[in-house]
Nanobody, 119 residues
Framework: QVQLVESGGGLVQAGGSLRLSCAAS????????MRWYRQAPGAQRDLVAD???????TYADSVKGRFTISRDNAKNSVFLVMNGLKPEDTAVYYC?????????????WGQGTQVTVSS
């Protein structure tokens, strides 16, 4: 089995920064694309950013120029650096990954980490 565990959420004032981390644990697996999603109260879960295994990135328009996604393949980890945070960035942030294990590609989710931006 594989698990994704996020860390780094918290409370920050508008204009501040946070760095989210997500690490995959388990055995005998490899990771393809990795992503960050977020879900605000009463809203749908939206894609924030994704990164391919080779490092190609895409971002939601709402975070372009403020957020940066990166990964460390050796550590099976993905990161999200969030600068210039706004109150509308408040949400639970989820790590997501396509993981190849036992000849099967499966999509995994982390448990989520709360990010709260105060005005």
């Amino acid at each position: 089995q594989v698990q994704l565990v996020e860390s780094g959420g918290g409370l920050v004032q508008a204009g501040g920064s946070l760095r989210l981390s997500c690490a995959a644990s388990g055995s005998d697996f490899s990771i393809n694309a990795m992503r960050w999603y977020r879900q605000a109260p009463g809203a749908q879960r939206d894609l924030v950013a994704d990164i391919s295994r080779s490092g190609t990135t895409t971002y939601a328009d709402s975070v372009k120029g403020r957020f940066t996604i990166s990964r460390d393949n050796a550590k099976n980890s993905v990161f999200l650096v969030m600068n210039g945070l706004k109150p509308e960035d408040t949400a639970v942030y989820y790590c997501n990954a396509d993981i190849f294990r036992l000849r099967t590609l499966t999509n995994y989710w982390g448990q989520g980490t709360q990010v709260t931006v105060s005005s």
